[in-house]
T-cell receptor, first 116, second 111 residues
Framework: EPEVTQTPSHQVTQMGQEVILRCVPISNHLYFYWYRQILGQKVEFLVSFYNNEISEKSEIFDDQFSVERPDGSNFTLKIRSTKLEDSAMYFC??????????????FGPGTRLTVL | DAKTTQPPSMDCAEGRAANLPCNHSTISGNEYVYWYRQIHSQGPQYIIHGLKNNETNEMASLIITEDRKSSTLILPHATLRDTAVYYCIVRVMSNDYKLSFGAGTTVTVRA
């Protein structure tokens, strides 16, 4: 069964460093998402992406964050200058475009980001 | 999106059916009920969704009341691997729509 994959599974970085989290969505999916979950808290939406553009972003997704689909298979989340409070699990999700219907979002296993 | 209310936790005996309630009294006509679960900080896993008819798949059944103000997710034969946080989410049916997760119900299946 197709699945969303994410790398790395765990990333440790120093405060102020740039990190790139990578995701490979399910191959025929066209909508991509990033969510995050701070330890012990709810899963929070960050951004959605379609047709090489951000379609929606939350207030969490400030100028330090960016997303990109650099090729036909990868979808990345970049944090330009990490802060301690960026420590969280980051989940990528993707969904298929169904004309006249809706999607179901499928999630990857997550990347645990630890900022020291 | 309509708000949902779920009990914070529940226990279930292994092999028995687990019935997880969700209240969504302000649901609109174009909003579906989705269920996801999250096993120990793994990525949320899709379970099932429905509009007004009852739905069943290989994982679970979803029973939606006639007035659509509440629903019940049924895990027919709970196993220890079903221990997870279960999220009931109401959302508009469209492509490209974020999921709003609440606190969910922590289900513990006991041997």
């Amino acid at each position: 069964e197709p699945e969303v994959t994410q790398t790395p599974s765990h990333q440790v970085t120093q405060m102020g460093q740039e990190v790139i989290l990578r995701c490979v969505p399910i191959s025929n999916h066209l909508y991509f998402y990033w969510y995050r979950q701070i330890l012990g808290q709810k899963v929070e939406f960050l951004v959605s992406f379609y047709n090489n553009e951000i379609s929606e972003k939350s207030e969490i997704f400030d100028d330090q964050f960016s997303v990109e689909r650099p090729d036909g298979s990868n979808f990345t989340l970049k944090i330009r200058s990490t802060k301690l409070e960026d420590s969280a699990m980051y989940f990528c999700a993707s969904s298929e475009f169904l004309a006249g219907s809706t999607d179901t979002q499928y999630f990857g296993p997550g990347t645990r980001l630890t900022v020291l | 999106d309509a708000k949902t209310t779920q009990p914070p936790s529940m226990d279930c005996a292994e092999g028995r059916a687990a019935n997880l309630p969700c209240n969504h009294s302000t649901i609109s006509g174009n909003e579906y009920v989705y269920w996801y679960r999250q096993i120990h900080s793994q990525g949320p896993q899709y379970i099932i969704h429905g509009l007004k008819n009852n739905e069943t798949n290989e994982m679970a059944s979803l029973i939606i009341t006639e007035d659509r103000k509440s629903s019940t997710l049924i895990l027919p034969h709970a196993t220890l691997r079903d221990t997870a946080v279960y999220y009931c989410i109401v959302r508009v049916m469209s492509n490209d729509y974020k999921l709003s997760f609440g606190a969910g119900t922590t289900v513990t299946v006991r041997a």
